[in-house]
């Protein structure tokens, strides 16, 4: 891969994610499904629901990226996410409702780890891995700012009604296929086409089980990675329905989701400056700072809670940045897709269990 081409491909993994997350749909999900008569412990069934497929799916869907191709599993979690926005448009009931939430969980799948391991791997090929770290960076950026901006235009999602707002998802998941067709597939994926399925397989789930079995680091890295990443999720989901619940004008809530997702951009920057900061260390620091903000939602203070929602982003991208590049340092190439999705795995471990749970207390 030239140097031109390595740009290349990684201006479409940058075209690829902020297509991804400028879905007013995808962003506003809660606030359409309540806006649609459903009740928050509705909402936590259905993010339950929604992190149950991604625990069931989540290391498969690793080990397919690993074995048919990175390229070949962002494409399929495209389609995947296009199918789910045409149930939630074009039909109706709660248990289709967990259909569409389901589909979505599996275009997260297919899509997780698979472009991190095409870029690390990519950039190893150039032996250009010391960029990793400004394109993690940049690439968590860009997912905050446009997932703000969709989020921003939340109101418009509920102005032009559920069924508009998935036909705009549809729309951008289709351009998006086309950029995901320009990708270059990696020369390890590439090179192993001449070894049977099954052995590649087999090779995949050993060798990931040996490294975590070995490495007790990358599993503590992981946990609590969840950790702090699971408060942020839940804490933003469940602030679309409760902010207009302290009396804010209804043209001001997007706003102020908008402001949250800012605080991980800020995130994205400090984690270049938080390099002589242990992990442990760190992950005490963003730990703090995103229960702080999980506490912010009870006082009803719609400042407060802006504040809060914009600390525990902060807190989430900064630890994930950081957790991200020594994941890619530590695991092997030949299962680098795998091993990061166990990290999505054990993140929908920590929501299955708190999911319900802040259905329940944020709808007292």
Known sequence: MSKYNIFKQLRRLYMSNFLSNISIAGAAWVLLLV????????????????????????????VFADVFGRKKSLILGCLCGIVSSVIRGFTTGFPLVLI???????????????????????????????????????????YRISNGLATLMAGLGVMIGTRN?????IGTGLVNLTVLNGLKENKIISNARNISIRKRVRETYLGSIGFLRGNRKAAGLIFRNAAVGAIDVLLLFF?????????IPSWSLGPLLFIMSMGGVLGAFASGRSGKISLTRLFAVCMTLALAGLLSEFTGIWYLMTLGGTLTAFAD????????????????????????????????????????LAGFIFSL
């Open 239 to 247: 602030l679309q329905a409760k902010l207009p619940m302290t009396g």
């Open 100 to 142: 569409s939430i389901a589909m979505s969980a599996l275009s997260y799948n297919f899509a997780s780890g698979s472009d991190s391991a095409l870029a690390y791997d990519s950039l190893a090929e150039e032996e250009k891995t010391d960029m990793y770290d400004p394109y993690i960076a940049r690439q968590t950026r860009i």
């Open 35 to 62: 806006s649609d008569g459903y009740s928050l412990i509705q909402v936590g069934l259905a993010e339950t629901v929604f992190h149950i497929v991604s625990l069931t799916a989540e290391i498969p869907s690793g």
């Open 317 to 356: 991208d900064l630890l994930q940045i950081r957790s991200d590049i020594a994941l890619n340092e530590m695991v092997p190439a030949k299962q680098r897709a795998t091993l990061i999705s166990v990290n999505s795995f054990c993140f929908s471990l920590v929501m299955i269990v708190m999911s319900p």
């Open 165 to 169: 707002a998935q036909i705009l998802s």
